[in-house]
């Protein structure tokens, strides 16, 4: 029991990234209808906006010490943070919680992302084929993340969740389970709990505002949206950098479960897709339920007691739920009909 | 909406074209060995020799890769007489003189490995075919290693293996034209196993994570069997995907499982994300059965400590070399490396420079680039003076015997460099085997091939 519960909790921040990063795609792929393969790269460029400010609160000055001598035998080199300098104790607490402000940053600044990639390659492909699409937005992920690559190397960099938040909670003892049964990271549990309240946040932009409402109806017809005289285009485009932001968000909060490297897009990318087609092509809440169902399942089968009995079922399990559901719901768990299709 | 799709049918197979199209491998088909000269492929006929650097220059390792291209521009260059001849000044040879291999200037070629089997061939394919590579060196993963030892075989080309760490690469996967500097799996084991017991104590619980491919398996084949033999009782052995990127899954039920040590028998990137992991689970702080919860990184390298950050303090492991060393030869290496790039280099790029200058020396001393004179010239071959004390190449399995470093992740470091302490220097008595050993069996050397 206290195993398959800790399982199923492996599987929330797993799934809490899946759902963040599935709800960005489905908003784009709804409003725009852009199969959009850059976004895995969204999520990787929203990790590193939290390496980057980490960078820029680490910039220090540096002063030698001639008593110590570095690995060549010449005076040491010791670094002190200006914002340690500057602001003292205060410094020193913003450099521990400098996961939490990049998530602030991150906001206008994949935003920005976001209307860039939109207005500056993604408009000009609206009424090209999806085959098109996919292969110039394939071709801007592989870009960027050569980019990034470029300016921050082929390695993991890690990130360190702020101290208060980076111990583990035994949240068997608090259920009536032994001492150790289930330990679970602090951060871990933040980060589902953030990603509820951002899923939250967007059902509730979507619902209950006008903006809202113009893009629902967007979606469902556009023509006839334009025609009242709405300009539903600036609106997607919004949404385009809503997407992009709730995705970086995601990214900024997983970088201390995952330190931020290259590739870590494209690793993303085809198991986002998976749950989109799991979930349902255009369906938000599908992209969501998917997103959890999956990362949980995924959880379930790198247990040993299961791969004993199934080896290697930990890296074929999603691709063979996605084989079922779609052979029982063609159209995915929450799939409508006329979704890409003719 | 409607105009702007068209059917799912068509973004599925879209999506499986580009699918196909990243895993085709890029091997180009051409009679691969012709064009030779001298009895052997690629003789060098000109006043220049080209040897082929083949590292990853993109994927996973591509650091680990980066540090490897160093340390090779740095041997040509001394090996042409430039900059301040590093460890040729210090290695017990001295058929060097600077005046490149056999009077021919050296030249290189590089490609990249991506760390992945059939780039990494077809890359030294490449350079064999059209730049007339006379030996190819380098790679950061077994896997790679094993599949370009047997392209070189078949090519009748030496290859002078990099960071590969499996004992395959010169177990069952031996060749007779493939030689490897660096230790293996079995040596970790070896050196790193007493000094476990002495600090943890015989009466412990092993759970092992295991990157699931060849190194992974002797590594951890390796680990059980030494620490099982000084009373070490293995709990479970989890085999990991190499693509994993978040391993709570597999670090989760660990604490659960009655287990007080965890060994973690990855690599890399593999290594840094199991490792966060497994401390951000609290693993490194908790009691079980009475006693500390340990940590154990069985195969070390100091750029995968710098990627795991304050995680690795306190954590032991093993390495093939490190900067710190004071030996003659290691202080030269690492002042002509750091003078010249700004930092220390890595156990990676000690190995190939090693290796190269192995190779420029066996060719010396063999008069010929003939893979077969060279072969003769370093099976057996004893040296010293290259950082790791007395070595020699094992005739036998083309295995060099050293010491092994047994480290520890330092707790105060001093620099972003210094992050790894030497607790240990097991000598090369402890570390070395039979050439049947079982972890080793099953291969066979076979002939060397000239090629041509």
Redo the contacts between chains.
């Keep these: 029991m206290?195993?398959i519960l800790?399982?199923i909790l492996?599987?929330l921040?797993?799934g809490s990234a899946y759902a963040l990063i599935t709800l960005g795609l489905t908003l784009i792929f709804g409003t725009?209808?852009?199969?959009n393969f850059a976004h895995g790269s969204l999520f990787m460029l929203g990790a590193f906006v939290a390496v980057i400010v980490r960078k820029i609160m680490m910039i220090s000055s540096v002063t030698l010490d001639p008593t110590?001598t570095?690995?060549?035998g010449k005076p040491?080199?010791i670094k002190t943070t200006y914002i340690e300098q500057w602001f003292g104790s205060f410094g020193t607490w913003m450099i521990d919680y400098s996961v939490p402000i990049a998530v602030l940053v991150a906001i206008p600044v994949m935003m920005l992302v976001g209307f860039v990639m939109e207005r500056g390659l993604i408009k000009h492909f609206?009424?090209r084929?999806?085959?098109d699409q996919?292969?110039v937005t394939?071709g801007l992920a592989i870009v960027l993340q050569e980019i990034v690559?470029k300016f921050f190397?082929?390695?993991?960099?890690?990130q360190?969740a702020p101290e208060a938040a980076?111990?583990?909670l035994d949240i068997g003892v608090w259920l009536g389970f032994a001492e150790?049964?289930?330990?679970?990271?602090e951060?871990?549990l933040i980060y589902f709990f953030f990603a509820v309240a951002v899923i939250a946040a967007v059902f509730s932009f979507l619902r209950f505002t006008t903006f809202g409402m113009v893009v629902r109806a967007g979606?469902v017809?556009?023509e006839t949206v334009g025609l009242l005289g709405i300009n539903i285009n600036r609106r997607f485009t919004l949404m385009f950098g809503i997407a992009a932001a709730v995705t970086g968000m995601a990214g900024v909060m997983y970088a201390?479960?995952?330190?931020p490297?290259y590739?870590?897009g494209m690793?993303f990318l085809v198991l986002t897709?998976v749950v989109v087609v799991v979930g349902g092509?255009g369906s938000l809440p599908g992209a969501v339920l998917a997103g959890f169902m999956l990362g949980i399942l995924?959880?379930f089968a790198?247990?040993?007691e299961v791969?004993s009995i199934l080896?290697g079922i930990?890296?074929i399990i999603i691709y063979l739920v996605a084989i079922i559901i779609l052979l029982v719901r063609p159209r995915g768990l929450m799939g409508k009909a006329?979704?890409?299709?003719? | 909406?409607?105009?702007?799709?068209?059917?799912?049918r068509?973004?599925i197979?879209?999506?499986a074209a580009?699918g196909a199209g990243l895993a085709t491998p890029t091997i180009f088909g051409s009679s691969v060995w012709a064009g030779s000269h001298g009895g052997y492929t690629n003789a060098p006929t000109g006043s220049t020799v080209t040897l082929g650097f083949n590292v990853p220059q993109?994927?996973?390792?591509?650091?680990e890769g980066?540090d490897e291209l160093r340390a090779y521009m740095l041997a040509v260059e001394h090996l042409n007489g430039e900059g301040d001849g590093g460890m040729m000044n210090t290695f017990s040879s001295k058929e060097l003189k600077g005046n490149g291999i056999l009077g021919r200037k050296v030249e290189y070629v590089t490609g990249d490995t991506q760390t992945k089997s059939d780039a990494a061939r077809a890359s030294a394919k490449s350079m064999i075919e059209k730049d007339g590579a006379v030996m190819i060196t380098g790679g950061s993963s077994s896997g790679v290693a094993i599949a370009v030892q047997s392209l070189c075989q078949e090519a009748g080309i030496i290859f002078m293996a990099g960071l590969t760490h499996s004992n395959d690469t010169t177990g069952k996967d031996k060749k007779a034209n493939g030689f490897r500097h660096f230790f293996n799996g079995y040596m970790s084991a070896a050196a790193l196993a007493p000094v476990l017991i002495d600090r943890y104590g015989a009466d412990r619980k092993a759970y092992h994570l295991t990157a699931d491919y060849t190194w992974g398996w002797t590594q951890q084949a390796s680990m059980a069997a030494a620490t099982e033999a000084m009373g070490w009782e293995t709990v479970?052995n989890?085999?990991?995907?190499l693509?994993t990127?978040?391993f709570?899954?597999?670090v989760?039920?660990v604490?659960?499982s009655g287990a007080d040590v965890l060994i973690l028998n990855h690599y890399?990137?593999n290594m840094?994300?199991s490792l966060?992991s497994a401390v951000?689970?609290?693993l490194k702080n908790?009691q079980?059965n009475g006693k500390n919860f340990e940590i154990v990184v069985p195969l070390y390298s100091r750029?995968m400590a710098?990627?795991?950050?304050?995680?690795v303090k306190g954590i032991f492991g093993s390495t093939n070399w490190h900067?710190?060393l004071q030996d003659e030869g290691s202080k030269a290496f690492?002042?002509s490396f750091?003078?010249k790039y700004g930092?220390?280099p890595s156990q990676a790029a000690h190995t190939v420079y090693c290796q190269t200058l192995l190779y420029a020396d066996a060719v010396e001393r063999a008069g010929t680039h003939n893979p077969c004179g060279v072969a003769e010239a370093l099976e057996g071959f004893k040296f010293s003076g290259l950082g790791n004390g007395d070595v020699e190449y094992r005739a036998e399995d083309h295995q060099c015997f050293k010491d092994v470093l047994v480290v520890k992740g330092k707790e105060n470091p001093?620099?972003e460099?210094?992050l790894l302490e030497i607790v240990e220097i097991t000598p090369r008595a402890k570390v070395e085997y039979a050439p049947d050993n079982e972890f080793f069996a099953g291969g066979d050397l076979g002939q060397c091939n000239p090629g041509a």
């Design positions: 206290d195993d800790l399982q492996n599987g921040d797993k725009l209808g852009v199969v110590r570095n690995f060549l040491l080199e609206y009424h084929p999806h085959a996919i292969l394939f690559k190397g082929a390695n993991a960099i890690p360190a980076s111990g583990a150790n049964a289930v330990i679970y990271p951060w871990r979606m017809d556009r201390p479960i995952l330190s490297n590739h870590m690793d897709f092509m995924e959880s790198s247990m040993n791969k080896p930990d890296q006329g979704v890409m299709e003719d | 909406m409607s105009k702007l799709i068209t059917s799912r068509g973004l197979k879209s999506g580009i993109s994927g996973p390792y591509a650091d980066a479970a989890v085999l990991t995907p693509a990127q978040d709570s899954s597999y989760a039920p604490l659960n890399g990137g840094v994300n966060t951000q689970f609290g908790k079980v750029l710098r990627g795991a950050g304050e995680n900067w710190s690492v002042k750091g003078e930092f220390p001093t620099s460099f210094d």
